[in-house]
């Protein structure tokens, strides 16, 4: 880490003209580290990347849960720029993942450019100057830099969501959320309760439920879950990827198209869907014997309202005569034990939360000041979140959201998603250099309207937003801010060209006193 990289906090105003650096990246999960090592290969290495935990990898360091995996095939959840050939799994678990974004960090360069244990708190436009005013909390107190331009790869899926149960603080055992595993505590014979049955809940379930005493799974809603076509791969097909790359690229390709035409296609269509609920119903039956278990476990929504999950050991799992699954809600926490809304009381030694993240958190964690100094936590608390095409918002000036509003997936890899975005913020990059130095970009308000209308009206009438469908897609007022409505292929078409009438460049006041670094480099 360049020891004078982030400078300690001053009101000293050196040189307005000049930025500390040009890219200032929040972040070093597949978003941080996608975004700097295209920069570098653009010939861009004045940037910075700030992240408030002490190593990279983002989600894939944080969740260290017993069985975490993905749930996309390794050989798509990946760059599409760094295939792995070595991938053991088709679902590669979290370690694996892990160490690819540890070796990539490592492969293009990038340590130098990290800041570690620095938290991002905040960022104010600076009109006249062009550029980002940015402070945030490092290991030795406040610090503060300037950049012109501003990537938040600060992720989605990241602040865990920890509900705040009647009597919680009286609880004399151990609790904690499956994203802040407690890798000391034995679960070996404890008595455990696990809140939520979501994508990690899915994951850690089956886990944990051999070496329990007893599990009480506190249910809300039943997830529809496929079995999971996972496999070992042999290391005769990792050797022919490492020897001829064209296999693993047609592989890829192979696995692309199948999550396109025929998992969204269960996902949004209807007749695809009863098939999938069918197979559901079929992977339920031939597990859990039970029949009070076997009805508790059955969804009563459709299929693909909510994200569909995949595995070949939960409902076996929860067959297991140790394992309970709870449909009332929980009414109270006393110091041993649950009690539900039903009255009835459990005791237990462990709580795990398995509830899931704030996906609102992206709006308000780093307070960001735009043109005029508007707070945008503010504007989305009113509009609602959204971005331009996902990753621009109007107001705000050289600022890039990767992984932002309506660009999650539940079909495909969001890291496709990702490297879209990044390119497009790339090419907003070199058309605001080539227009001279410090000019900035934001999309219009005309455009990110136009696009958001076209967004939500193709959500409205989609599965995730259908009857009485709920979900964690949706914000509190039913609109669907985390998922893009259709194909991968067609958010690729919408950010493939940098439209430049959806634009606006702008050229401050007091111009760059240095020289200009992206004009630079987009010359070269
Ligand atoms: C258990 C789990 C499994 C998943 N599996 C899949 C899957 O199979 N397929 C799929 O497509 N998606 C999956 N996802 C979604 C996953 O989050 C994304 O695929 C991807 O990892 C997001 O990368 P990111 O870089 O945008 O965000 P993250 O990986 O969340 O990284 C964000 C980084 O920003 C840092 N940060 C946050 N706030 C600040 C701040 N204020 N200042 C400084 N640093 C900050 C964090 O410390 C973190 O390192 C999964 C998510 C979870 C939780």
New binding site residues.
Partial sequence: MPATAVKPATTECADPGAPDHEVLI?????????MAIKLKQMGMSDFLI????DS????????TYPG?????PSHM?SYSFEPNPDWSQM?AP?AEIKNYLERCTDKYGLRDHLVLG????GADWDESAGLWRCR?QGPEGEVSLTARFLVS??????VPSEPDFPGIENFDGTVFH??KWNQDYDLTGKRVAVVGTG??AI?FVPEIQPTVRKLDLYQRTAPWVLPKLDRRIPKVERALYRRFPSTQRAYRVALYWFLELVVLRAIKGERFGRLAEKLGRKNLERQVADPVKRRRLTPNYEFGCKRMLMSNTYYRALGEPNADVITDGIAEIRANSIVDSGGVEREVDAIILGTG?DTQAMAT??ALRGVGGKLLGDEWAQSGIQAHRGTMVAGYPNLFF??GPNTG?GH????FM?ERQIELAMKAISEAGRRGPGVSVAPTVSAQRAFNDRVQDELRDAVWSRGTCQSWYLDSHGRNITLWPGATWQFRNELTEIRLDEYEFAAPEQPAAAENRITAAVAA
């Fill in positions: 929040v972040g070093t999960g597949f978003s941080g580290l996608g700030i992240d408030k935990a990279v990898a983002g989600t894939w360091r944080e969740n975490c995996a993905c749930d996309v959840y679902y979290q620095t938290k991002a708190t945030g790869g600060i992720g989605g899926l990241h499956s994203a994508a990690s994951q993240f964690s780093v990767l992984l997936l495909n890899s969001v890291v990702i």
